[in-house]
T-cell receptor, first 111, second 113 residues
Framework: QKEVEQNSGPLSVPEGAIASLNCTYS??????FFWYRQYSGKSPELIMF??SNGDKEDGRFTAQLNKASQYVSLLIRDSQPSDSATYLC???????????WGAGTKLIIKP | ETGVTQSPTHLIKTRGQQVTLRCSSQ?????VSWYQQALGQGPQFIFQ???????GRGNFPPRFSGLQFPNYSSELNVNALELDDSALYLC????????????FGPGTRLTVT
């Protein structure tokens, strides 16, 4: 059973601080990794994707991938109250088109 | 806004009934994936359509079926509704069957009573 694990939270972070969200996956053949943000009652919104080991930065967001440790993370710098949402990690193993999803981490940014 | 639209927004059905949900993909996208998301869970893959053909299926029974039209819009049909089918149904469009950058519509909230 291929799995993607996330801490359900909630993760509470003060405004302006760095929020760190983590995700582990079980299939070593995984090739593509995605972070989605989902506000309550809304659909997931693609934030970032990463395919190679290392860091990928986009504005306040940085995705980090470590395939040896089967670990992917999302850092949010200068956290804002509008960043409060559930963050979903999704993984593709490369053997097919299917994304395997974690259950999400609820992030709360406190003003 | 992703340009992906879904209808209806909300739906209430009775156990045993049938339902059809609709999705229009983002302009230029030829692939539609359908997901079921229960409360507090991540999306579960139902199936994907690429150029009007089913391109893969998750662990859902045959009473979940779909269709994609020449304009790449899509339908999800669920027969013999069960209480556990109550969920948010999401469609996501992408370009190509191997593109994983999927963009979601707003979803359809289905309640089965």
């Amino acid at each position: 059973q291929k799995e993607v694990e996330q801490n359900s939270g909630p993760l509470s972070v003060p405004e302006g601080a760095i929020a760190s969200l983590n995700c582990t996956y079980s299939d070593r053949g995984s090739q593509s990794f995605f972070w989605y943000r989902q506000y309550s009652g809304k659909s997931p919104e693609l934030i970032m994707f990463i395919y190679s080991n290392g860091d990928k930065e986009d504005g306040r967001f940085t995705a980090q991938l470590n395939k040896a440790s089967q670990y992917v993370s999302l850092l949010i710098r200068d956290s804002q109250p509008s960043d409060s949402a559930t963050y979903l990690c999704a993984v593709n193993t490369g053997s097919n088109y299917q994304l395997i999803w974690g259950a999400g981490t609820k992030l709360i940014i406190k003003p | 806004e992703t340009g992906v639209t879904q209808s209806p927004t909300h739906l209430i059905k009775t156990r045993g009934q049938q339902v059809t949900l609709r999705c229009s993909s983002q302009s230029g996208h030829n692939t539609v994936s359908w997901y079921q998301q229960a409360l507090g869970q991540g999306p579960q893959f139902i199936f994907q359509y690429y150029r009007e053909e089913e391109n893969g299926r998750g662990n859902f029974p045959p009473r979940f079926s779909g269709l994609q039209f020449p304009n790449y819009s899509s339908e999800l049909n669920v027969n013999a509704l069960e209480l556990d089918d109550s969920a948010l149904y999401l469609c996501a469009s992408s370009l190509g069957d191997r593109s994983y950058e999927q963009y979601f519509g707003p979803g359809t909230r289905l309640t089965v009573t």
